[in-house]
């Protein structure tokens, strides 16, 4: 059976846009989705980030939560006939507020898998507070019982497998330790790239405020340098046929450029076709 990507809806929220994409309508506020991801198809359910802990934590960032009763993780598995006891591996592509907050509903013996660099990184304080002190403190309790955690070393390995045709990679953005999850399915390789991209308009198909040719716009959020961010985001329209945000609709990737939209499943039709801008004018 082939491997299938099913996009969790974990709920909304309600930022600045320029934390999104840099200096691009300053003081504006946006709406924005939190995606995760249930990857199906393979020798176990597997799980990409588990969303925010509850709408009064986002407050501690200035920002709106807007979960509701649907938007829970169990009643999002629910859709897809699952429980939470029957994740095997939770991956999280960073451990940023809105992405790691649900971890301590799932079971010991579901193992949480991720860089050991973002674990070093989210109690550096360099990104404090996005990293919030109860999933941290969770995560911690994991390392002592057997088998409720696995660390990756994606900077010297540069790969790991989770199950065959899933399989981790480093992304080189917005955290230290942030990682892509990568997926075989069977009409190419699909990248989960967490927040190296958070807008694919604005960043990409327009890049706002980006006069170059191909030069893709950089988030108002990361740790690293511009040209770090710059080349990770190249390096993500070069390599994948699918791209997959937490905070935007997948992306079909043709040549480099975005050619359309999905919606909440990867494979699967095409929800909008974007025009591919021609590499030499007329």
């Known amino acids: 059976m082939a491997l299938q990507i099913h996009v969790l809806d974990y709920g909304d929220i309600e930022l600045e846009t320029s934390f999104l994409v840099l200096g691009h309508e300053c003081g504006r506020t946006r709406r924005v989705p939190v995606y995760g991801f249930l990857i199906t198809g393979g020798s176990y359910p597997v799980l990409v ?7 009064a934590i986002m407050e501690s960032l200035g920002m709106r939560g807007l979960q509701f009763h649907d938007n829970m993780i169990e009643n999002q598995l629910a ?49 404090y507070p996005q990293y919030p002190k109860p999933d941290i403190k969770h995560l911690v309790d994991r390392i002592y019982e057997e088998e409720a955690i696995r660390f990756l070393d994606l900077e010297i390995t540069q790969a790991e497998e989770i199950i065959p045709g899933v399989w981790c990679e480093p992304a080189g953005a917005h ?56 080349g990770a985001i190249k390096k993500l329209l070069n390599n994948y046929t699918f791209l997959l945000p937490v905070h935007d609709k997948p992306a079909k990737i043709e040549h480099q450029q975005v050619v359309g939209r999905l919606g909440m499943q990867v494979p699967g039709p095409l929800t909008e076709t974007v025009a591919k801008r021609d590499w030499f004018p007329m």
């Open 175 to 230: 955290t230290e330790g942030s990682m892509n999850v990568i997926v075989e399915t069977s009409e190419g390789l699909a990248c989960i790239c967490g927040d190296v991209i958070y807008d694919f308009n604005d960043q990409i198909v327009n890049h706002v405020h980006t006069n170059n040719w191909m030069e893709p716009r950089v988030t108002g959020n990361h740790a690293g340098s511009k040209r770090e961010e710059k």
């Open 79 to 127: 859709k897809h006939g699952l429980k939470l006891g029957d994740i095997r591996y939770i991956l999280h592509t960073h451990l940023h507020i809105d992405h790691a907050g649900k971890d301590d509903l799932f079971p010991m013996n579901t193992t949480v898998v991720l860089n050991r660099r973002e674990m070093e990184f989210s109690v550096s304080g360099i990104m």
């Open 49 to 55: 980030d588990t969303g925010y802990r509850d709408n």
